[in-house]
């Protein structure tokens, strides 16, 4: 236990020191993009415009990777509402209809009667597409990408799912692939900072801390089960209001998106 707990405070400092950094560093961006916009303004040959182009998307990327060290350590509070996830999960599979590769096929399962859960949308939207995304890339062939939610009352014998998991309503959220699966010796991995296998420039190694960050802020848990090249679901236990409307018609102000 005290091993655990030193390693946890190992992860912490070590989340610390990289977002000093990343806020120096993004501090030092921002004058060098602002610079590269003007110097585009003047007369330039095709061989200087190039130059700069290259120069201003090198700077964006990295701008954006620093953007996603901060928001990963900037704690992961966020604002409360009460929120139909239905919508939520009609959003992700829009835009990832949109942008996966046609060779990945989404599917969705959702309990019509879904609960209400109390969190932050734009948290809980990262949590989706984190996953999502993760999905994806573990499909580099194609497969099948299934997102389900539904009710779940836990029960006090299924309290051993998870330290954290209490007596009560619950949305059960799954995110399948049909991908690579995850290796066991890596398992026990995923969820450091800054763990990828995904290879300089493609992944931070960030995702799913950020994702069980988030979980744990809503009071939920999360659950991983794979399979070597047959697949892996994540499983996110978020504590529901159980009873609340199913929301069928349009979004109301209970919904996605539109704050408090
Ligand atoms: P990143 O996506 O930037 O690598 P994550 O923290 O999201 O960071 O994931 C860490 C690692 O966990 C990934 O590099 C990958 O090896 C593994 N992983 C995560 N999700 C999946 C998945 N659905 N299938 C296979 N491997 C996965």
Not at 32 to 54: E, W
Not at 72 to 78: I, P, S, V
Not at 100 to 119: C, M, N, R
Not at 178 to 207: A, N, Q, S, V, Y
Request: net charge negative; aromatic share 4%; proline share 6%.
């Amino acid at each position: 236990l005290e091993a655990q707990f030193l390693r946890a405070q190992r992860l912490e400092s070590i989340g610390t020191l990289a977002s000093g950094i990343a806020h120096d560093l993004n501090n030092i961006l921002t004058p060098i993009l602002g610079a590269v916009q003007l110097l585009q303004m003047f007369p330039l040959n095709a061989q200087q415009m190039r130059l700069i182009s290259m120069l201003e998307i090198n700077t964006l990327r990295g701008a954006d990777l620093l953007k996603q060290v901060l928001s990963f350590a900037k704690g992961l509070d966020g604002d409360r509402t009460l929120l139909q996830l239905k919508h939520l999960i009609d959003e992700i599979t829009a835009i990832a209809r949109e942008t996966f590769p046609k060779s990945i096929e989404i599917s969705t399962a959702i309990d019509p009667q879904l609960w209400l859960v109390s969190g932050d949308p734009t948290h809980l939207h990262q949590i989706l597409m984190n996953l999502c995304v993760n999905a994806r890339d573990a499909m580099p062939t194609g497969g099948i990408l299934s997102i389900e939610a539904q009710n779940i009352t836990l029960t006090p014998s299924q309290l051993i799912l998870d330290p954290e998991a209490k007596v009560g309503p619950y949305i059960k959220l799954t995110v399948r692939d049909t991908g690579t699966g995850i290796p066991p010796e890596i398992l026990g991995r995923l969820f450091e900072p800054f763990f990828t296998t995904k290879g300089l420039g493609k992944g931070t190694g960030l995702g799913l801390p950020t994702v069980r960050g988030i979980v744990k802020n809503h009071g939920g848990f999360l659950l991983v089960s794979s399979q070597v090249e047959k697949g892996t679901a994540f499983t996110v236990y978020l504590p529901a209001i159980q009873g609340t409307p199913a929301l069928t018609s349009e979004p109301t102000e209970l919904c996605f998106g539109s704050g408090e």
